[in-house]
T-cell receptor, first 116, second 115 residues
Framework: DQQVKQNSPSLSVQEGRISILNCDYT??????FLWYKKYPAEGPTFLIS?????DKNEDGRFTVFLNKSAKHLSLHIVPSQPGDSAVYFC???????????????FGKGTHLIIQP | EAQVTQNPRYLITVTGKKLTVTCSQN?????MSWYRQDPGLGLRQIYY???????DKGDVPEGYKVSRKEKRNFPLILESPSPNQTSLYFC??????????????FGPGTRLTVT
């Protein structure tokens, strides 16, 4: 059962426009959400996060929105730049329980392509 | 420079030949973890470690072993590799999880092919 879903395997956006990447989750215990960016031949790098007590977090060109009632979050990139072309992973975590598969649960990723 | 290192970066081996992928971090992080990335499946957690001598299974632990004898090192061991373990492996570390799970720092990845 996939607890974090990124339903768009790829997304193509024109340079300068807004990129919107979506993520849905099913586990209501998740209370912290993160976005990671991954270039080919490199490990994922942390991009931005949001706690469940907030509905928006902004960092420069990147904004993450959280809609808890819909169990949905989105990453907005404005304006999109060529260097933003990468695979973006949505991830979620729940409060440390001391056992089981503690850690981050990742979505399958969305490949963002910024076209000049 | 704060980083997570993995070795080797690329490895081709044969079924049944034991191998170890090393992971080391220089950030004094307590939490370390191994993931595998497969096409269409995203990143899945194999094992994790909350601290020295404390390890636990993730979502896909079958066929893998780990150890955490020192804080900085977290090797991944495949006692008898099989072709279905062909994958891209990432090691990651983060500060003490505590009550909120902080962002993890990932290594560059190890591409393993088992024939």
């Amino acid at each position: 059962d996939q607890q974090v879903k990124q339903n768009s395997p790829s997304l193509s956006v024109q340079e300068g426009r807004i990129s919107i990447l979506n993520c849905d989750y099913t586990n209501s215990m998740f209370d912290y959400f993160l976005w990671y960016k991954k270039y080919p031949a490199e490990g994922p790098t942390f991009l931005i996060s949001i706690s469940s007590i907030k509905d928006k977090n902004e960092d420069g060109r990147f904004t993450v929105f959280l809609n808890k009632s819909a169990k949905h979050l989105s990453l907005h990139i404005v304006p999109s730049q060529p260097g933003d072309s990468a695979v973006y992973f949505c991830a979620a975590s729940q409060p440390y329980s001391g056992g089981g598969a503690d850690g981050l649960t990742f979505g399958k990723g969305t490949h963002l392509i910024i076209q000049p | 420079e704060a980083q997570v290192t993995q070795n080797p970066r690329y490895l081709i081996t044969v079924t049944g030949k034991k191998l170890t992928v090393t992971c080391s971090q220089n950030m004094n992080h307590e939490y370390m973890s191994w993931y595998r990335q497969d096409p269409g499946l995203g990143l899945r957690q194999i094992y994790y470690s909350m601290n020295v001598e404390v390890t636990d299974k993730g979502d896909v632990p079958e066929g893998y072993k780990v150890s955490r004898k020192e804080k900085r090192n977290f090797p991944l061991i495949l006692e008898s590799p099989s072709p279905n373990q062909t994958s891209l492996y990432f090691c990651a570390s983060s500060p003490t999880p505590g009550q909120i799970f902080y962002e993890q720092y990932f290594g560059p990845g190890t591409r393993l092919t088992v024939t």
